[in-house]
């Protein structure tokens, strides 16, 4: 009796020590994302899993902004290209009901279709068709994403369209592939896509909070997508209509019940283990049947980004650890990958790059009319920096103007790019150049006369 006490009382007090660690790592992990917020780059949710347990659940900014209601972990998101590991998850399950194989030509399923005979299922689901990406066609980009398409009109885009490149030789990340994926899916099960999503997989799960129809969604859980958020005003984005987005970029869902899907991989429910290994072994360019695969802090990591207009998102898993890092923002300016990273560093008891927390500074707009110019930093390519009342601004060739805030005299950084420019002046006192900082890069460019 006295050896079972003290049996229960040491692994109570290694239960005890691991909470204690996870708790550390939520508050450090938080205390990072706080930053990204506060310097406006992260709007959003995030979860974060280890060893099967949470570390950390969280919402963080708004998912209304001119209604000040925050986002938490309820908050529904769109999840772009996330959406491709369902669809080619149910391919497969497809395979598995005897349905397809994905060594199939194109051809059985589309009869007609150009170089159909040549093209597989693997193909598509591998991004190694040649298939023309349906979303780099300008004109339908600019004009006709909102509103409902016919399967024909859809694929009318990319049918006749090919890159050129012979299928199954180069990696080339197409849209155009999951919107066949999804259109097969249909025809072999009988069912719209999301109708047969939810019946494989949702409802399996118990993903109540997911689904297709992002622009029909009635939820008072709904966030609004926007460009940038910038000092409290957010800049809408239109919503995608989901026939658009469809099997390559149409779910919706929390950060909860994307969990649900991760913890599904770790688990690997819904395939067979064989598939599993399949389907998240490299085909090429780090990329297997629809998952980006990758190594972590010296660990196999799977996962996958996405990102539509108003909302990025990223999910990403180690198996080894059953760890699952997700973060979805609803502003479309945001950068997950450096997030991220620290995040599986803290998991792994690892240094991590600290953002640089910037606080703004009021100073006299009378100083701005000595930046005021334009820099050239490339042929072709150079920054005007303009000033509207007390505020300055910086304009790169063919991009929009970015509001500028002073950290110091001379001295200005980005809130919507994790970006600083300085002003150099010469021994007269007088600025001569600016030096642009972004991405581990300082470039200088002289003042034009």
Request: hydrophobic fraction near 35%.
């Amino acid at each position: 009796m006295i050896m079972k006490r003290i049996l229960l009382l040491a692994a109570s007090l290694g239960m005890l020590a691991s909470g204690t660690k996870a708790q550390n790592k939520a508050k450090t992990i938080d205390s990072v994302l706080k930053i990204y917020q506060q310097q406006g780059q992260f709007n959003g949710a995030v979860l974060v899993y280890q060893y099967g347990r949470p570390v950390l659940v969280k919402g963080y900014g708004y998912r209304d902004v001119a209604k000040k209601i925050p986002n938490d972990s309820n908050t529904v998101f769109q999840i772009g290209s996330v959406t491709k590991t369902f669809t080619a998850t149910m391919i497969m399950m497809l395979q598995e009901q005897g349905k397809l194989n994905v060594k199939d030509p194109l051809s059985k399923y589309m009869p007609g279709y150009p170089d159909g005979d040549k093209i597989t299922i693997e193909n598509l689901l591998t991004h190694t068709s040649g298939i023309f990406n349906y979303t780099e066609d300008t004109a339908f980009a600019m004009n006709s994403m909102t509103v409902h398409q016919e399967r024909k009109a859809m694929i009318r885009l990319f049918k006749d369209r090919m890159t050129g490149v012979e299928p199954g030789t180069n990696f080339n990340y197409s849209n155009s592939n999951y919107m066949l994926l999804g259109y097969i899916i249909e025809d072999l099960t009988g069912k719209t896509y999301y109708a047969a999503l939810r019946s494989m997989i949702l409802e399996p799960l118990g993903m109540k909070n997911t689904g297709c129809n992002f622009a029909g969604l009635k939820s008072k859980k709904k966030a609004i997508g926007y460009f940038s958020i910038e000092d409290g005003v957010g800049d809408n984005a239109p919503l995608i209509d989901s026939s658009v987005s469809y099997a390559a970029g149409c779910i919706y869902t929390t950060v909860s019940d994307l969990n649900k899907w991760a913890n599904a991989v770790h688990k690997k429910k819904l395939l067979t283990e064989e598939d599993w290994k399949l389907v998240t072994t490299v085909y090429k360019q780090n990329y297997g049947y629809g998952w980006m695969l990758g190594e972590a802090m010296g660990k196999k990591s799977i996962g996958h980004n996405g990102g539509i207009h108003g909302f990025v998102s990223n999910l990403y898993m180690t198996p080894e650890d059953a760890s699952t890092v997700i973060l979805i923002s609803n502003k479309m300016d945001d950068e997950h990958s450096l997030m991220r990273r620290n995040i599986t560093a803290i998991l792994n008891d690892k240094r991590i790059e600290m953002p640089e927390f910037r606080k703004e500074v009021k100073l006299n707009p009378e100083y701005y009319k000595d930046y005021i110019g334009v820099y050239p930093l490339a042929p072709g390519f150079e920054i005007t920096i303009t000033s509207e009342g007390d505020a300055l601004y910086a304009q790169a060739t063919g991009q929009k103007k970015l509001r500028l805030y002073a950290e110091r005299k001379d001295f200005f950084f980005f809130k919507l790019v994790d970006a600083q420019v300085s002003f150099v002046r010469n021994e007269a006192g007088v600025v001569d150049k600016l030096a642009l900082r972004q991405n581990g890069r300082i470039m200088n460019a002289p003042k034009k006369n």
